[in-house]
């Protein structure tokens, strides 16, 4: 398969926002190192996602648009769809299990996405989703296991080799691995020096078992506070991470919430628990990255109020 | 008095940040405007004090700063003291009430200022500082009320300005009025159609009193969540609001507290209550600007992490 993420970012660079890159001095002297954050809880939906969707429809042509797109999702991908359905003239189906929450839910909503409920099962949400795309001709736009959507979400690294930092290291989270590839795959062709590392709660680490085995590893029930890293890796992106990714490595829930503190009280963003994981990566190898120039993508900010009380003293 | 801004900006700018201007869509949508936030909680010591320390550092001559600077602060003036100092190889002499906020006290060590505790009275800080002035030779930089603190505030609507926005409407806090004096006289150069409002707590009104009356009339206890409001404004500020500023509006706790919590969830940033008074006075007042170009300063994100629980649910 062939990608070219400079196009894909010409083609929606329009429609997304160019997020800050924000660097802090309490944290570089921490941390001994300097470290940029890329603020994708900034970004259109507040989530990387919205690049993806937007790559994925503005690759599809008008003639299939107009029966509109689906997806399931308990997460940003839907919204996300439904966001980029609006900018493209289309319409979005999102099957969610009943158990999504409420802000998520009301997003789609807001951009006039149609929202099938179903089971919280892959089961029943595979063939909901199956039904409605056989009734009304939608086409699915996958999460993350899509080269389209991969191609998209690696438009968050190219825009971060193109302020000419030089990165050492790239830190993104892993869930599906949509981000994880499209960065591994940025830095290989705009930042050949930079060393891509994923980032994974020890409690849905599929994605460290899957690398280290050489074979996909699908996780169980993901237990974990990083609700945007309970998912697997698909077959597309496990052959991009095991070829082009530099390392993976695992953090206990107590250091998640540990450095979604931290670094929301220092660098005073809001962000969802799973950006913590990169930060929680940073904070325990804190000797790996010490002199280094490091980039962390903060993937969104898409966190319920109650759930910021837990990292509130 | 002379001041040049776009000068000041010049002078500092490799000093301090170029802070994002955000927007977002279901903000937009809600007050059927465009609204950009000058975020200043992500400026170097997070808060836009640091752009008026840095500029009177910068114009002093280095004969002069070799004695060190003092000041009286219990908010972000101390700190942005204390970092400017640090820049310019100065040393920083910083009063402080013994009762102000632990985070702010450790800021002020962290950059390496010098803090001498007082009683928590005006008199109490302006005797203090007095004899460490005696006793050290140091300059006295004030927090507000003094033309190159002004010039230096006025720097974070120059950046506003530059971005071609054009807005109909600058919305600033108001407190002792550096900002909002820089800001009034930054607007009145470099963007003369828009209209320059300070917004503040009722619990504090002095300005609102003060530009009302056409003489100054200082606060009296004011208590207001929004911390950095609580000081009435000086001679120089006020000779400059009456002159540029279009006009003072007020809200009240509730109205406070009810916009941080709007601004915080739907920006996704961490801001103090102070920036929610622009934010409040946005909300209660739509009408006015509906169907505008609206700019707000964002002034800072030094919160307390125990404040931040009054915004969530």
Redesign the interface.
């Known amino acids: 398969m062939e990608i070219n993420i400079a196009e894909a970012h010409h083609r929606i660079k329009n429609f997304i926002l160019r997020t800050?890159l924000?660097t802090e001095?309490?944290i570089n002297g921490f941390l001994e190192n300097t470290t940029f954050f890329k603020c994708e809880?900034?970004q259109?939906i507040?989530a990387f996602k919205a690049r993806g969707a937007a790559n994925a429809l503005s690759k599809l042509d008008k003639s299939l648009l107009k029966n509109g797109v689906a997806t399931h999702s308990s997460g940003n991908h839907g919204q996300a769809l439904a966001w980029a359905a609006k900018i493209f003239s289309s319409y979005a189906y999102v099957v969610m299990p009943s158990s999504a929450p409420k802000t998520k839910i009301e997003a789609v909503h807001?951009w006039g996405g149609e929202i099938t409920f179903c089971e919280p099962t892959l089961q029943a949400r595979e063939e909901t989703l199956q039904q409605i795309v056989e009734r009304t001709g939608a086409i699915f736009i996958p999460p993350y296991n899509h080269w389209d959507i991969i191609e998209g979400q690696g438009t968050c690294a190219y825009e971060i080799f193109q302020e000419d930092l030089e990165p050492d290291y790239l830190l993104t989270p892993v869930g599906g691995g949509g981000l994880l590839s499209g960065t591994a795959l940025a830095a290989r062709q705009y930042s050949p020096k930079t060393k891509v590392i994923g980032c994974e709660p020890k409690n849905a680490d599929d994605a460290y078992q899957s690398f280290n085995a050489g074979k996909l590893i699908p996780v169980g029930a993901a237990n974990t506070i990083a609700d945007g890293l309970r998912t697997s890796l698909g077959d597309i992106t496990f052959e991009v991470i095991c070829k082009y990714v530099h390392d993976i490595l695992t953090v206990t829930e107590e250091e998640i919430i540990d450095a979604w503190r931290w670094i929301?009280?220092h660098l005073?963003?809001?962000?969802e628990p799973s950006c913590a994981v990169p930060v929680a990566v940073l904070l325990k190898h804190k000797d790996m990255f010490k002199q280094k120039r490091v980039a962390v993508i903060l993937t969104g900010?898409n966190v319920d109020?109650?759930k910021?009380?837990l990292i509130?003293?």
Do not use: M, Q, S
């Not at 005073?268 to 962000?271: A, L, T």
């Open positions: 800050p924000l001095d309490y809880n900034l259109k507040h807001y929301t009280f005073k963003v809001i962000i900010g109020a109650e910021l009380r509130l003293p």
